[in-house]
Structures are given as C-alpha cells and as structure tokens.
C-alpha cells in the first residue's frame, strides 16, 4: 500500500484550469522532486496533498485513509511542510519556534519539547542560535530552523515548497545539506525546486509537470538525461543553457556576469571550471564584441552527450571580430583557455568558444 495516493487531482480558480486529473503514488521512503516551468502547478499539487489549498476535484488517501475535514488536523501533523518564505514566528526565539507545537498539539512538557528541540538544532548544525530570534538568522539559518521546526512533530513525510528559492546562493548549500542527510536517513519528501543539481543527486524519482499535471516521470537519469516528451526536452535543455541579449555598448555587464555566476552554481560547475566560463563571456562580450558591435547575444549551453560547454556570441556584422580585435591580450585568454574557438557566419557572425 502507497504512503501518499493521489486519484484524479483538480485545482480550478474560476474558469483558469491549475491541475487536471492528476494521479500518482508515493511509497515510503521516496523522496520525489517536482520540477518544471513557473506557472504549472507544482506547488499547487504540493499544497492540494495535506489540503493547504484543496482541490476542487479529486482525492488525496494517506497511509490508506482518505484524508477529510475529519482527519485533518491528524494528517497535517504526519505530513509537514517547509515553506520558501520561512514561516517562522518573528516574536519567538529559535527555541521556542520549536517547541510550540510539539507542547501545543504533542501536549509535551516544556522541558520534553526543549530537549529534543536543542537535538534537533545540532542536527540542523544551529545549537548556538537557540535563544536568537529571526531577524538574527540568515535565510541559510532560517531555513535550516523551519526544517527542524518541522521534524519536531516527527512527521511520516515532508513537503518542501522550494525551500531554496528565498535563499542566495552561497546560502543554498546549507538548506541542500541538511536535505540530502533527512533523505540518507530514509525520510519520505515531496520538494519542490529549481534547483536541477540537487534534485538529480537526491531523488529517487521526478516529477516533471507541464500541461496541467505530472507530464513526465521517471528516474534522475530518465528525466535529466533521456527525456521522452517534447515539452520535457525543451525544459531540460532550456535549463542547461543560458542567454543574455545586448541592445547597446551600455549593456549590464554587472548582471550578466552574476547571472553565469548563478547559472554555474545552479548547474553544480566545478568553481574552477566556472571561473574560466565566466572569463571567456566577459572577454568574448566586453573585449572583443561590445567595442564593434551595438547588439549582440551570448548563449552559454553544456552538451551532456560530448561533456563540453560551449560559450557563442552573436552579432549582425560579416567580420571575424576575434581575428580582427586590437586587444591582443584578451584574445589570447581565450585562445589559449578553450578546447577550440571558431568562427562562422549564416545571417548572424557567431564566434563560439569551447571547454
């Protein structure tokens, strides 16, 4: 018997259709992750399982009852949930964000509740944050005390509505960390992500939504790596690939370069690896092709077949600016740091550099 059974999941908001029979089964231990463009539904889906917002149609059974009005407040407390924003109370210090629930609907002692709350901050790695209060924690540590705010009513499974995507990304790993060792210690979680590393290196199986439902699932390496549906092919593929159009020589060079930092990061890039993408882009776009041309694009994109990423820019002039460049020095970094640099044109010059 599934832990989770989903039959025939609906969400309506008036005429606008969110979730449209959707079914699925969750067994004990799994830990699933629920992938996808904004907008489909997956945290509808997430919320529609413990009844945070209802379906209009369908049903939801846990552990072989059909979850009702009746049993709801049960269910709720055998299925917990990590928000992105948080959730934490700001008046309470850590500790007692902990513990309020566990003597409120546990109807534990104070002095039960703290013990296994102070537990539970080591295992989140927090012990010394115990009596501050939110406005004194990183999102990292907020994150990291909503997560053990939840364990303290022992739920069977866990719901995380991107619990990474309120975080910067130095402070993502800290939140992925303590995921990865619940799902080691054969904890069931539902997650929703963005983050495409994380979810390859920790789930058992994906959800990838579109359409109005699940559109597609299957292992890690199913979805990430032999995708079968075409609207899976374009996301996998758009996520592996990053695009950044110029309309002047005053382009944003600042957000461009922070946003392949971020595109790196979420692709799991090797730091060392990553610094020399983001050195080839900037000297690709700021040195050789800004100076010459008013407009031009920069596509950043990895080949899983051939292992290889490849950094092109394009732009509306039939000349080779790389051969043509007075700067000597930056054309020389790129030369020498790529596997091949080439050059070609169709319409559109496109030099295209590879490592």
């Given at each position: 018997?599934?832990?989770?059974?989903?039959?025939?999941?609906?969400?309506?908001?008036?005429?606008?259709?969110?979730?449209?029979?959707?079914?699925?089964?969750?067994?004990?231990?799994?830990?699933?992750?629920?992938?996808?463009?904004?907008?489909?539904?997956?945290?509808?889906?997430?919320?529609?399982?413990?009844?945070?917002?209802?379906?209009?149609?369908?049903e939801?059974?846990?552990?072989?009852?059909?979850?009702?009005?009746?049993?709801?407040?049960?269910?709720?407390?055998?299925?917990?949930?990590?928000?992105?924003?948080?959730?934490?109370?700001?008046?309470?210090?850590?500790?007692?964000?902990?513990?309020?629930?566990?003597?409120?609907?546990?109807?534990?002692?104070?002095?039960?509740?703290?013990?296994?709350?102070?537990?539970?901050?080591?295992?989140?790695?927090?012990?010394?944050?115990?009596?501050?209060?939110?406005?004194?924690?990183?999102?990292?540590?907020?994150?990291?005390?909503?997560?053990?705010?939840?364990?303290?009513?022992?739920?069977?499974v866990?719901?995380?509505?991107?619990?990474?995507?309120?975080?910067?990304?130095?402070?993502?790993?800290?939140?992925?960390?303590?995921?990865?060792?619940?799902?080691?210690?054969?904890?069931?979680?539902i997650?929703?992500?963005?983050?495409?590393?994380?979810?390859?290196?920790?789930?058992?199986?994906?959800?990838?939504?579109?359409?109005?439902?699940?559109?597609?699932?299957?292992t890690?390496?199913?979805?990430?790596?032999?995708?079968?549906?075409?609207?899976?092919?374009?996301?996998?593929?758009?996520?592996?690939?990053?695009?950044?159009k110029?309309?002047?020589?005053?382009?944003?060079?600042?957000?461009?370069?922070?946003?392949?930092?971020?595109?790196?990061?979420?692709?799991?890039?090797?730091?060392?690896?990553?610094?020399?993408?983001?050195?080839?882009?900037e000297?690709?776009?700021?040195?050789?092709v800004?100076?010459?041309?008013?407009?031009?694009?920069?596509?950043i994109?990895?080949?899983?077949?051939?292992?290889?990423?490849?950094?092109?820019?394009?732009?509306?002039?039939?000349?080779?600016?790389?051969?043509?460049?007075?700067?000597?020095?930056?054309?020389?970094?790129?030369?020498?740091?790529?596997?091949?640099?080439?050059?070609?044109?169709?319409?559109?010059?496109?030099?295209?550099?590879?490592?």
């Amino acid at each position: 018997m599934s832990l989770i059974s989903v039959r025939n999941m609906e969400k309506h908001y008036g005429s606008s259709v969110i979730l449209k029979d959707v079914s699925t089964e969750i067994e004990k231990g799994e830990v699933i992750t629920v992938i996808g463009p904004s907008g489909t539904g997956k945290s509808t889906f997430l919320r529609g399982m413990n009844m945070l917002d209802p379906p209009t149609g369908g049903e939801v059974w846990f552990d072989g009852e059909k979850i009702t009005r009746k049993n709801l407040d049960m269910t709720r407390r055998r299925i917990g949930m990590v928000f992105q924003n948080f959730g934490l109370y700001s008046h309470l210090n850590v500790i007692d964000n902990l513990i309020a629930a566990p003597m409120k609907l546990l109807k534990k002692s104070r002095a039960a509740a703290t013990e296994e709350a102070l537990i539970l901050l080591k295992t989140v790695g927090l012990s010394e944050r115990a009596k501050h209060f939110p406005h004194e924690l990183s999102g990292g540590q907020k994150q990291r005390v909503a997560i053990a705010r939840c364990l303290a009513m022992k739920p069977d499974v866990i719901l995380f509505d991107e619990p990474t995507s309120a975080l910067d990304p130095t402070m993502v790993g800290e939140v992925t960390a303590v995921i990865r060792s619940l799902a080691q210690s054969g904890m069931t979680m539902i997650i929703v992500t963005h983050e495409m590393n994380f979810a390859k290196e920790v789930s058992n199986r994906i959800f990838y939504m579109d359409e109005g439902g699940i559109y597609e699932s299957g292992t890690p390496g199913q979805i990430f790596e032999h995708p079968q549906k075409e609207l899976t092919q374009r996301f996998i593929w758009s996520i592996r690939s990053y695009n950044f159009k110029a309309e002047s020589k005053d382009f944003d060079r600042v957000a461009m370069l922070a946003n392949i930092d971020n595109f790196c990061f979420r692709q799991g890039i090797a730091p060392a690896r990553a610094e020399k993408i983001r050195l080839i882009a900037e000297e690709l776009t700021v040195s050789i092709v800004s100076p010459k041309a008013d407009e031009f694009d920069l596509n950043i994109s990895f080949s899983d077949k051939l292992k290889t990423y490849s950094i092109s820019v394009s732009y509306a002039a039939e000349t080779d600016f790389l051969e043509e460049t007075d700067d000597i020095i930056a054309a020389s970094i790129i030369k020498k740091s790529c596997e091949k640099v080439s050059y070609s044109f169709d319409g559109l010059s496109v030099i295209k550099a590879e490592l």
